[in-house]
């Protein structure tokens, strides 16, 4: 091997191991936030940033930085572990989880911009309702094989790691997704800045509203919620979702609004089929708003080429050709026609 290839080679592996050390970092830093608002030992949460982390890093460097997930996961338990073979199991767990999704998404296809409607149904079916179960499953079995969780608490700590994992996935990851693949600035004029602004907040004050009455006024957020899909895509549909999620969880903890009274099961079963249907909500509504958009271009290109050719063939034609561009744009959507907000 001449000297510039194994340059090369510890150059990139040199890399490798600082992306694997910033995955670790971020994994820690994404749990810290997530422990904030524990419902079971102090350990199990309705909100597990980490995941989402893990998987952002997977689809953005490849398998190879596992070990980064692995590492981060280890420093978060061992610290709450009950004991080092519940610490192993728990970090595994946590490890293969977001690697069962990273494999199942890629063979897929999937794209990482969610404007395709195939991959935010991906996201939702292989994420939540398949590989999250791997980690809520060896989470609650290593609690309670090592003698921390009594038997009768099983599936209601279940209920919340999965919870947990599910909304890393439904609601962190895309907003990190989506984040990385936007070209800024996305917004021209200051009047969509004053949109972007009326938006998040309204969807703040009408989440805090509904999660702190008793009344059931939860679906109060969907207009916002679609407003934000329709106006903007994923870039407005998934900090949206974050919000309403956010807010919601820190109720479910506090039992206040419409989980005042309930036990923990019946909270975790609530907040997640809320949660899951604003995710889902958001996502393939952004999703079918996107390839409607696309659709919308691609037909204007073809009526562009269209019309050159009539124009280059029959130059005295030029006039219909004209007519004819400006007819079929005429029957545009007018949302098509404003500022692209996606990638």
Not at 166 to 172: N, P
Request: aromatic content about 8%; glycine content about 8%.
């Amino acid at each position: 091997m001449t000297g510039v290839a194994l340059r090369a080679r510890l150059g990139e592996r040199g890399a490798t191991g600082l992306r694997m050390l910033a995955v670790a970092v971020a994994y820690s830093l994404g749990a810290q936030v997530g422990l904030l608002i524990a419902v079971v030992r102090d350990q199990v949460t309705p909100l597990w940033p980490p995941t989402g982390v893990a998987l952002v890093a997977l689809l953005a460097w490849g398998l190879r930085i596992w070990p980064g997930i692995a590492v981060g996961a280890l420093v978060v338990n061992v610290p709450m572990g009950p004991s080092w073979s519940a610490v192993g199991l728990i970090t595994l767990g946590n490890t293969v989880a977001p690697v069962a999704v990273y494999l199942l998404l890629r063979r897929t296809g999937f794209r990482s911009e969610l404007n395709r409607l195939r991959d935010a149904l991906a996201l939702v079916l292989f994420g939540t309702f398949a590989a999250m179960t791997i980690s809520a499953t060896a989470g609650a079995l290593a609690l309670f094989s090592s003698g921390a969780l009594p038997r009768d608490e099983i599936w209601s700590t279940w209920s919340v790691w999965w919870t947990g994992d599910a909304m890393g996935l439904l609601v962190v990851a895309p907003v990190l997704l989506v984040a990385r693949s936007t070209r800024w600035p996305v917004f021209g004029g200051p009047y969509r800045w004053l949109e972007v602004v009326g938006l998040l907040a309204g969807t703040c004050v009408v989440t805090l509203l509904a999660t702190h009455t008793p009344l059931p006024l939860l679906f109060l957020v969907f207009p916002f919620l679609i407003w934000a899909a329709l106006r903007f895509q994923q870039l407005g549909a998934t900090p949206c979702a974050l919000i309403i999620s956010i807010i919601t969880i820190l109720a479910a903890v506090d039992e206040t609004g419409p989980f005042e009274g309930l036990d923990l099961l019946p909270r975790m079963t609530v907040l997640q089929a809320f949660n899951g249907t604003v995710a889902l909500t958001g996502l393939l509504l952004a999703a079918i708003t996107a390839e409607r958009d696309q659709a919308h271009r691609a037909i204007n290109r073809a009526v562009t080429q269209l019309a050159d050719a009539l124009a280059q063939q029959h130059p005295d034609q030029s006039l219909l050709s004209s007519a004819l561009f400006r007819t079929v744009r005429q029957t545009d959507d007018p949302s098509t026609r404003r500022e692209d907000p996606g990638t």
